[in-house]
Antibody, heavy 118, light 108 residues
Framework: EVQLVESGGGLVQPGGSLRLSCAAS????????MYWVRQAPGKGLVWISR????????TYADSVKGRFTISRDNAKNTLYLQMNSLRAEDTAVYYC???????????WGQGTLVTVSS | EIELTQSPGTLSLSPGERATLSCRAS???????LAWYQQKPGQAPSLLIY???SRATGIPDRFSGSGSGTDFTLTISRLEPEDFAVYYC?????????FGQGTKLEIK
């Protein structure tokens, strides 16, 4: 069974940093592109970052470019999101999601809540 | 960036009725790289439809997707109580992957 389990969320002050993790199991992690998607309270879904299966290529939404870094450790079956210079508007539930062989996001984690507040 | 506009914003129906949800793209979504997701309160999104019309594993056949180019539709033929949720469309043909703003399907 495919499982994605996020961790690392919490309360952080504006300007602070946080690293999210997404532990993958039940599939060959190293063969799938992975994504981070966030959802602010009461709002819709927003894609924020993507990494290729080998980790060599990454892309970011403009809203997080230069502040967030996506990475992966295929030996540990884990996806990461390093978040720096956090702002109040980064407050959201952060989901990791897998891309299927036909490219849609077929499996999602349960999400981890990041709250940026003083 | 491809913008997706979903309508209506809220749809009020009764169990047993038919639901029709629309998703319109600002430019053509080639290869029909359009997906639909269902999200219930406090839960992660779950995939319903991919490739505009293919049902994901385990999705009942009362859910169907159609459309091409810029106009796509999700139809739920006979609403069950568990179908009342928020539905999002997503295009994955180009980066950034974008989502519609969602349609809330509520019990009338």
């Amino acid at each position: 069974e495919v499982q994605l389990v996020e961790s690392g969320g919490g309360l952080v002050q504006p300007g602070g940093s946080l690293r999210l993790s997404c532990a993958a199991s039940g599939f060959t992690f190293s063969t799938h592109w992975m994504y981070w998607v966030r959802q602010a309270p009461g709002k819709g879904l927003v894609w924020i970052s993507r990494i290729t299966d080998d980790g060599r290529s990454t892309t970011y939404a403009d809203s997080v470019k230069g502040r967030f870094t996506i990475s992966r450790d295929n030996a540990k079956n884990t996806l990461y999101l390093q978040m720096n210079s956090l702002r109040a508007e980064d407050t959201a539930v952060y989901y990791c999601a897998r891309a299927s062989p036909t490219w849609e996001n077929d499996h999602w984690g349960q999400g981890t809540l990041v709250t940026v507040s003083s | 960036e491809i913008e997706l506009t979903q309508s209506p914003g809220t749809l009020s129906l009764s169990p047993g009725e038919r639901a029709t949800l629309s998703c319109r793209a600002s430019q053509s979504v080639s290869s029909n790289y359009l997906a639909w997701y269902q999200q219930k309160p406090g839960q992660a999104p779950s995939l319903l439809i991919y490739g505009a019309s293919s049902r994901a594993t385990g999705i009942p056949d009362r859910f169907s997707g159609s459309g091409s180019g810029t106009d796509f539709t999700l139809t739920i033929s006979r609403l069950e109580p568990e179908d009342f949720a928020v539905y999002y469309c997503q295009q994955y043909v180009s980066s950034p992957r974008t989502f519609g703003q969602g349609t809330k399907l509520e019990i009338k």
